[in-house]
């Protein structure tokens, strides 16, 4: 019986997950077809795509796995799972999305510069929503909270700064840097910084929630999350 509970928590904590990675990389999506410069990391990814060729979810998974190397050697921890499938489910997920048909670019600015915000918020809330599910964060999220766990530093603060260092290199490399990359690198951090708690917040509700109702918690206990 008990272990049919920790399997009923383990599958919602991985529909959490790939919900929230499948939201995620739409937001990505949305902010590349947006054509107004994309985010950061998309910049680098793209500029090697121009230099390199492959596909641009290709390079989602090849820097994916150099970030996520670089994350183990300075925490000294290896990582969750859950970090190779974000590594490889984000770059597929990202060619996917962006074979979709109907999925164009705006005529308008106005359009331009309305998919965009959507695609930040959109990336933002999904990103919250996978890390709420702590079966472990993706490369570059991974190195984002490696950073604010050994400074001390926001959210905000660390992922604004990595977002504008991959900028740098990516602009280099030939990316896409326009008004809406401004925009991107200057609001993700803030975006996420108030989505990943919300998110978490509502996670550990649903959690402690189906442990309740299965007699497993008493009301008012909070459950560990780090199963």
């Known amino acids: ?10 599958l919602i904590k991985w529909s959490i997950y790939f919900i929230g990675l499948l939201i995620m990389t739409f937001g990505v999506v949305l902010t590349i077809k947006a054509d107004l410069g994309v985010s950061s990391w998309d910049v680098l990814h793209i500029g090697l795509y121009y230099q390199f060729g492959l596909t641009i979810g290709t390079w989602s998974i090849i820097i994916g ?7 183990t050697l300075l925490t000294k921890k290896p990582p969750q799972l859950g970090a190779f499938i974000n590594m490889i ?3 597929i997920f990202m060619d996917l999305y962006l074979m979709i048909p109907f999925l164009q670019t705006p005529e308008s600015f106005i359009g331009q510069l309305i998919m965009l915000m959507v695609g930040i918020v959109v990336l933002g809330y ?5 890390l709420s599910a702590k079966i472990g964060a993706g490369p570059r999220d991974s190195l984002m909270m490696a950073f604010v766990a050994i400074t001390g530093k926001s959210i905000s603060l660390i992922r604004g700064s990595i977002e504008i260092i ?3 290199i990516g602009w280099f490399l030939g990316g896409p840097v326009f008004i809406g ?3 991107t690198t200057v609001t ?3 975006i996420a910084g108030i989505m990943i708690p919300f ?3 509502t996670t550990d509700r649903i959690l402690n929630k189906q442990y309740r109702e299965r007699g497993n918690l008493p009301r008012g206990e909070f459950l560990d999350q780090n199963i």
């Not at 008990?2 to 928590?9: A, D, L, P, V």
């Not at 999904?126 to 996978?130: A, N, S």
């Open 1 to 10: 019986m008990e272990k049919m509970k920790s399997c009923y928590t383990h």
């Open 65 to 71: 796995a150099l970030v996520l190397i670089f994350t």
């Open 89 to 91: 489910s984000v770059g």
């Open 126 to 130: 999904g990103m919250g929503l996978y």
């Open 166 to 168: 991959v900028l740098i």
């Open 181 to 183: 990359t401004i925009i």
């Open 188 to 190: 993700i951090g803030y």
């Open 199 to 201: 998110c978490q917040k």
